[in-house]
């Protein structure tokens, strides 16, 4: 039997956006200038991080699975990373 692979097993997830508030919050300055850019891209098994074309740490917060593994890696400062309101965020399905 042939395990799915981890987009396919992502794909079964929910995700509830919140427009009006995102739970992650980025320091631009502080991330680019203590090497957290790099550890937040390749950390984040969601893909939520990505560098932008001006340069710039971009978050697609929508995505998030709410793992915590990125404010656990970032810089003091660079980060600010709360759950999400409630409601709001993922649900996680078994398939
Ligand atoms: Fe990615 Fe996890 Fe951070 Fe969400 S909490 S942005 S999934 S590392």
């Known amino acids: 039997m042939k395990l799915p692979s981890l987009p396919e097993r992502l794909a079964v997830n929910r995700f509830v956006t919140d427009d009006e508030s995102c739970h ?56 600010r990373w709360e759950y999400p309101r409630g409601g709001f965020g993922v649900q996680f399905r078994d398939g």
Do not use: M
């Open 24 to 79: 992650i919050v980025v320091d631009q300055e502080i991330a680019r200038s203590t090497g957290t850019v790099q550890r937040l891209i390749s950390c984040c098994p969601a893909g939520v991080y990505s560098v932008g074309a001006d340069g710039s740490l971009e978050v697609e917060h929508a995505a998030c699975l709410e793992c915590g593994t990125c404010a656990a890696v970032a810089a003091p400062g660079a980060l």
